[in-house]
């Protein structure tokens, strides 16, 4: 990839970035003064926790080869042998990983603490590790052959 759109797939990678916290103050806004913090705890709360998540496994299942043609396989656990061109790739779509359970707060937004919100999550219902729908590219023929639609190789 060359110096320009690496300069443009960080500064993106930057701005996605930014809506978290963005999000956060939206959110802070919208609900009753005492809730605020709560709000801003649930959404930052997510950084730290889905980049650990995302490096480890959930990169892998999203855009490794598939298996079966539902989800990535577990070759690029922990970003095992994910390249330089690819890191990129990896912290961009990291960031949409990050703001999606951040997103998911605003459904609880004054209804559940900021306890019970690292419960959930501490109980397996972190909702970081997905495979994106549009995973696998339909042919012109409309059969989809397990080809990825998403893939650094693409940029």
């Known amino acids: 990839m060359d110096s320009g759109n690496t300069a443009w797939v960080l500064t993106a990678t930057a701005l996605v970035f930014f809506m978290t916290p963005g999000l956060a103050l939206f959110y802070g806004g919208m609900v009753r003064a005492k809730h605020t913090l709560n709000m801003l705890m649930m959404n930052f709360f997510t950084i730290p926790i889905v980049t650990v998540i995302w ?3 959930g990169y892998s299942l999203a855009f490794d080869d598939t298996v079966g043609g539902v989800i990535g396989g ?7 042998g994910v390249g330089d061109d690819e890191l990129l790739f990896v912290a961009f779509q990291m960031m949409f990983a990050i703001i999606t359970p951040a997103l998911i707060s605003g459904a609880v937004a004054d209804r559940m603490k900021f306890s019970a919100w690292v419960r959930s999550w501490l109980r397996g219902r972190c909702w970081s590790i997905r495979s994106p729908p549009t995973g696998v590219s339909p042919k012109a023929d409309g059969s989809s052959r397990g080809e990825r639609a998403t893939s650094p190789a693409g940029w």
């Open 74 to 80: 577990l070759d690029k656990l922990g970003l095992a």
């Open 55 to 57: 490096v480890v496994v």
